[in-house]
Structure formats: C-alpha cells, structure tokens
C-alpha cells in the first residue's frame, strides 16, 4: 500500500509539471492561435479565460486524484479479495456507515465543483457595466463598445452601430476575398485563421457583443477570450469581453453552418486607445466613400 501511495504521488507530480510546462510553453504574448501539439488552452487575454484556465487546471487536479482513488481501491479489491485469497465471501448486504460517507463525500465535492463553475457561468453569460467589471475582476474598464457579429454562409459581417462603421470579414491573409488557402499566409497571419478585415478593438475596453444569424446558425467563438455564442437567425444573442493584452487573436465559427463552415474564420485585433482611434477615422472615411451603404447614407 505504501509502493502504490508512492507512486500515485509521483504519478500527480508529473501530471501537475506536465500542465504547468504546456500552460508555460502556449505562453506567447498576445497571439491567439493554436500551435501543433498544443496541449492545453490558449493563453487567455481576459479576465473570464483566465478563470477558465485556473477552473479547468483545479479540475484536472481533483479529477485525477478521485480517478486514482479509485484505481487504488479497485486494484486492492483485485488483490484482497480474489477466490484464492478470500474463498468464504462475506455475507454482508449492508452497512450504513459506509453508504453514509459514500453519498456524502462525493456530494459534497460535486458542491465544491458546482459553486466556483455557476459563478464563472454566470460572469461569462451576464453582460456587465463597467462598475460590476471592477467588481469582479479590479478592471478600471476604458470605455464601452458595441459591435455587433453578423454570421453569414460564409463570412462574418460585423456593424459598431454607434460609430456607423460595418464591414465584411472574408477568410484570406489579404485584402481579397477568396485568399483562404492563398500562400502568402505567414506565422502572423495564419492561413484558415486570419480575415481580410480584422474586427479591432481598444485593450481594456468593455466590449459587448451582439450576435445574430443571417441565413442559419453560427456561433462567434474567440478561445482566447473564453467567447462562444451562437448567432441564430431571428434572434440576438449577447456576449462581452475586456481583453487586457494588446495583440492579434483568431477564432472560428463554431457551429456547423455548411459547406463553407471552416471558412469563416474570425480576427480580433486588441490595440491602444490611441491606434484604435486612428483605426475608427480611417474606418469612418472608408463608409463615406462606399456610398449607399447603410451607415454612411445615414
Ligand atoms: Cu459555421
């Protein structure tokens, strides 16, 4: 028993090293892709995924340990009570000690499970203010953001109502269309990952995000963000994220949409304040000039 205590440790000792060495290794600042053989998340790039990630690596942790618990047990039963080394089997049909602690215990870590996951459940899925973002995460949020994520068959369109900006975001490393497979694709600018058009937005900024489907589901997903929301046509969904590293973050629609599913990818580009507003004076002489378009004929 004392070999088999020995060597559950040493087995939790590796485990833990291996998660915190993939955790260590994905950690690049601020791109949001993933890499061949990635192991474990993305580094997150907001408060929410960070949560995630520790929520996740806490699981991983207890998970392993209740599995081991129960190799050990099984192994000793194995053991101890084969025909040949126990050959009267008990006769024993109860024993109300034991069904009491085997209800309760794990009772009461399926409650130690449940009560960090609904609190991250319910800051993911509520839209804050900027006064609830300090609240939960000490986030002096820079301002507040709408934009609004258009899936259609096969490309995101996306509309920042307040500022009369909209565009497409096509799959391609370029500025054309169509450039999905193009071999111009760079480490920066990853082929199926990267759009023509980046959605941008200012670091610790409060986003809120609206979604919503043009022809059939599909869903905004940013791992680096710990976004996942379903864009359903008829329907708006809502999501919001303060993403506190600048840099460049990919994602894909996650909901099978048709033939042209894995083409729809998403970019996310987190700027200062001061190249975002750069980006908004260019974006807004842009719609001038493309007459007709909703916005700009406003
Ligand atoms: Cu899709």
Redesign the pocket.
């Known amino acids: 028993m004392k070999m088999v205590r020995k060597a559950a440790g040493a087995f939790v000792a590796v485990a833990v090293a291996m998660l915190a060495m993939a955790h260590s290794a994905s950690a690049q600042a601020g791109f949001g892709a993933p890499k061949p053989w990635q192991m474990n998340f993305q580094e997150p790039a907001t408060p929410v995924m960070a949560e995630v990630v520790s929520f996740h690596n806490f699981l991983t942790v207890l998970i392993t340990l209740i599995s081991l618990f129960v190799l050990g047990l099984l192994l000793y039963i194995i053991w101890r009570f084969n025909a040949k080394a126990n050959p009267v089997p008990s006769k024993n049909s109860h024993n109300t000690m034991l069904e009491v602690v085997w209800t309760v215990i794990p009772i009461t870590i399926l409650v130690i499970m449940a009560i960090p996951s609904f609190r991250l459940l319910y800051k993911a899925d509520v839209v804050p203010d900027a006064a609830k973002v300090r609240e939960w995460y000490g986030i002096n949020v820079a301002g507040t953001i709408d934009i609004k994520a258009i899936?259609n068959?096969?490309f995101w369109s996306y509309e920042y109502p307040n500022e009369r900006i909209k565009f497409d975001a096509f799959c391609g490393v370029g500025p054309i269309e169509g450039a999905c497979f193009s071999q111009d694709a760079t480490p920066k600018r990853p082929r199926l990952l990267a759009t023509t058009e980046s959605v941008v937005v200012p670091v610790n900024a409060l986003v809120r995000l609206l979604t919503v489907g043009q022809d059939?589901?599909?869903?905004w997903a940013m791992p680096a963000f710990g976004v996942k929301i379903d864009a359903v046509p008829g329907r708006t969904n809502h999501a919001w994220f303060v993403a506190t590293r600048e840099g460049t973050y990919f994602g894909?629609?996650?909901?099978?949409?048709?033939q042209?599913?894995?083409y729809?990818p998403i970019t996310v580009e987190v700027v200062s304040q001061q190249r975002y507003q750069q980006w908004l004076t260019s974006k807004r002489a842009e719609m001038a000039v493309k007459n007709g378009t909703q916005f700009a004929a406003n």
């Open positions: 899936g068959q096969w059939v589901i599909h869903a894909q629609c996650s909901e099978l949409c048709g042209g599913h894995g729809m």
